[in-house]
């Protein structure tokens, strides 16, 4: 199994513009979980999905930012417009049930805003 | 309040040498704990995990420990190597809120040669 895709690994951009960062799911789960990371606030979960619907959206930031799953084998996070705070690392993972079972991570997105 | 949170930041041992990371959690109805190790540049890889329904588990060189009284969740690495030179996190699963997955803040483990 080729685990969970990240793409891209890295992105630069300038404040005010859009991002799109995307995740591929390990095939048969049926959770996506997209997570932040930086240095003051650790691991953050952002939102997470079940059979492609949002159930919780509740760490998401605002409204800059909205995340999508058209279907079973993949998702977007997309900020727009982006700015320097949303610099961080964002990570994507995928479990088969959310209730006692491990969330397998990607390597993640490195995005900085300049 | 609600949380998970590591005892130290970070820790430095000698190659050979056993670790022990601490980790204590505050949610009772929390049923399923989870170790991950993070290197550098990498995403969280999983370690280990353990149900509320044990107080130990072991696996090729770690032993997770729960004991449900303190709320408090340890990892042991034994004969620790460079190789388990990372940041350690321990996540607790709350089955009460939809089965989120809540992270500690890390602990840094250097291993010295």
């Known amino acids: 199994d080729a685990g969970v895709i990240q793409s891209p690994r890295h992105e630069v951009t300038e404040m005010g513009q859009e991002v799109t960062l995307r995740c591929k799911p390990i095939?048969?789960?049926?959770?996506l979980f997209w997570y932040r990371q930086t240095m003051m606030r650790g691991l953050e979960l952002l939102i997470y999905f079940n059979n492609n619907v949002p159930i919780d959206d509740s760490g998401m930031p605002e409204d800059r930012f909205s995340a999508k799953m058209p279907n079973a084998s993949f998702s977007t996070l997309k900020i727009q417009p982006s700015e320097p705070r949303d610099s961080a690392v964002y990570f994507c993972?995928?479990?088969?049930?959310?209730?006692?079972?491990?969330?397998?991570f990607g390597p993640g997105t490195r995005l900085l805003v300049l | 309040g609600e949380s998970v949170g590591l005892h130290l930041p970070t820790l430095s041992v000698q190659e050979g040498d056993n670790s022990i990371i601490n980790c204590a959690y505050s949610?009772?109805?929390?049923?399923?704990f989870i170790w991950y190790k993070q290197e550098s540049g990498k995403g969280p890889q999983f370690i280990i995990d353990?149900?509320?329904?044990?107080d130990k588990r072991q696996g090729q060189r770690v032993t997770v420990l729960l004991n449900k009284t303190v709320k408090h969740l340890s990892l042991q690495i034994a004969a620790t190597q460079p190789g388990d030179s990372a940041v350690y996190f321990c996540?607790?699963?709350?089955?009460?809120?939809?089965?989120?997955?809540?992270f500690g803040q890390g602990t840094e483990l250097s291993v010295k040669p």
């Open positions: 993972a995928s479990t088969r049930d959310a209730m006692g079972e491990t969330q397998y």
């Open positions: 949610n009772s109805a929390s049923d399923y």
């Open positions: 353990i149900r509320s329904n044990m």
């Open positions: 095939s048969g789960h049926d959770y």
């Open positions: 996540a607790e699963n709350r089955a009460n809120q939809g089965g989120k997955l809540i």
